[in-house]
């Protein structure tokens, strides 16, 4: 049982059904590797993905420019039993080094299309058969009018046309039955199975 208030502490920016899918496919991924999280914020994918590995196994790495509270948060780490689970590397995601198979890739880091698309060409092919990939806002944001301003504030959600579409232009492009085995949408999510 997963105890999803707990998990509500953490300030998210994928809603409670992203998040159970996000879970499930975690929980339901056996092969080798770890779990790649882009885009950290307060750590809330990353601590999802880190529980669900309890079953699975593997850890979580979580990459981001910015500072995440969630590696400071000792006792919500220990309430949500993920110590040791989670590695956070500060750093922008272009400049990381890698060379590790994954089993899992969430991606929800810039959302401009030349940086998803640079993202997920560079990470996809070390995705293991029968891993998955999950990209967020790939379901275009329907926010009321008045939320919009906060959101044109974060440059890196947007395209210099105003628009967010890199994620949704990015799975149309990427995500088809030759490459994946199982396609889906939840909310803003869209995930695919790696065959
Ligand atoms: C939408 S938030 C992530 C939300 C998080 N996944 C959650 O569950 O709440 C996007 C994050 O990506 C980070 N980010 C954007 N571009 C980045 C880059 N090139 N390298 C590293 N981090 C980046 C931002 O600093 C921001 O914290």
Request: aromatic share 10%.
């Amino acid at each position: 049982m997963v105890d999803w208030k707990e998990f509500g502490k953490i300030e998210g920016l994928i809603d409670i059904h992203e998040a159970k899918t996000l879970h499930s496919l975690v929980q339901h991924t056996s092969v080798d590797g770890v779990l790649l999280d882009l885009g950290t914020r307060h750590g809330y994918s990353a601590a999802i993905m880190a529980h669900a590995a309890r079953l699975s196994g593997g850890k979580v790495i979580t990459v981001d420019k910015e500072k995440s509270s969630l590696q400071d948060n000792l006792n919500l780490i220990k309430q949500l039993g993920i110590e040791g689970k989670i590695e956070f590397i500060n750093d922008k995601i272009e400049d990381i080094s890698w060379n590790l198979p994954i089993k899992g890739l969430f991606m929800d880091a810039s959302h401009t299309y030349g940086d998803v698309k640079r993202d997920f060409t560079r990470f996809e092919p070390w995705v293991s058969s029968g891993g998955f990939i999950a990209i967020h806002d790939a379901v275009p944001l329907k926010l009321p009018a008045n939320y919009m301003g906060v959101w044109k504030n974060l440059s890196n959600y947007f395209d210099s046309d105003g628009t967010n579409s890199g994620p949704e232009i990015v799975f149309n492009e990427f995500f088809n039955y030759d490459k994946f085995e199982a396609l889906g949408k939840i909310q803003c999510m869209a995930y695919g199975v790696k065959k």
